[in-house]
């Protein structure tokens, strides 16, 4: 199979502070993995692609100094949402592609953010 | 470019009914398409896809859906729906140049009676 996994599913921070969510593939290596923020009963929205080794790619609209994308590795891209405020409240998911199967994107069981 | 259009954002149905939750797709290039499902704070987890092999495509759980490149269309059905179908379903698109960043349509939220 090809698991990835994201932590935490559930954390909740205070506003000004920053947050940490990590995704990653378990049991292949991921040359590419994406970021998606849902906001409540509405659809995912990509927000960057990131390559291992390189800087993310933001999409149009998406603050990179606000989302800071990671991938050190072919297992593990992280995402910090820098000092959070309310209405970065979401529901975060990753997905990642297999090496040299880029015809499925393999999705993480997501991150809710509560910003209080 | 490509987007995705999901008609009806809620479908009701009785159990053992039909299910039909409609997909139209734009695309400027050959699209791969799929349909995922979502339970509640959860991740997605993928139905079935259409990556330009059968325009017929069966996926997990008894769903089955068609590409019809004529219509522009990739409806997802299944002959008998369950009460453990509801949920929140998306149809979703990209292209062998895009790699799996994925356009996602707005979903449909499939409600199921006894």
């Known amino acids: 199979g090809a698991v990835v996994s994201q932590h935490p599913s559930w954390v909740i921070c205070k506003s000004g502070t920053s947050v940490k969510i990590e995704c990653r593939s378990l049991d292949f290596q991921a040359t590419t993995m994406f970021w998606y923020r849902q906001f409540p009963k509405q659809s995912l929205m990509l927000m960057a692609t990131?390559?291992?080794?390189?800087?993310?790619?933001?999409e149009q609209g998406v603050e990179k100094d606000k989302f800071l994308i990671n991938h050190a590795s072919l297992t593990l891209s992280t995402l910090t949402v820098t000092s959070a405020h309310p209405e970065d409240s979401s529901f975060y998911i990753c997905s990642a592609d297999k090496q040299r199967m880029n015809t499925e994107a393999f999705f993480g069981q997501g991150t809710r953010l509560t910003v209080v | 470019a490509q987007s995705v259009t999901q008609l009806g954002s809620h479908v009701s149905v009785s159990e053992g009914a039909l299910v039909l939750l409609r997909c139209n797709y734009s695309s400027s290039v050959p699209p791969y398409l799929f349909w995922y499902v979502q339970y509640p704070n959860q991740g997605l987890q993928l139905l079935l896809k259409?990556?330009?092999?059968?325009?017929l495509v069966k996926g997990i759980n008894g769903f089955e859906a068609e590409f019809k490149k004529s219509e522009t269309s990739f409806h997802l059905t299944k002959p008998s729906a369950h009460m453990s179908d509801a949920a929140e379903y998306f149809c979703?698109?990209?292209?062998?140049?895009?790699?799996?960043?994925?356009?996602f349509g707005k979903g449909t939220t499939l409600s199921v009676s006894s």
């Open positions: 259409y990556t330009s092999a059968a325009t």
């Open positions: 979703a698109v990209t292209s062998s140049e895009a790699g799996t960043a994925l356009i």
């Open positions: 990131s390559n291992e080794g390189s800087k993310a790619t933001y």
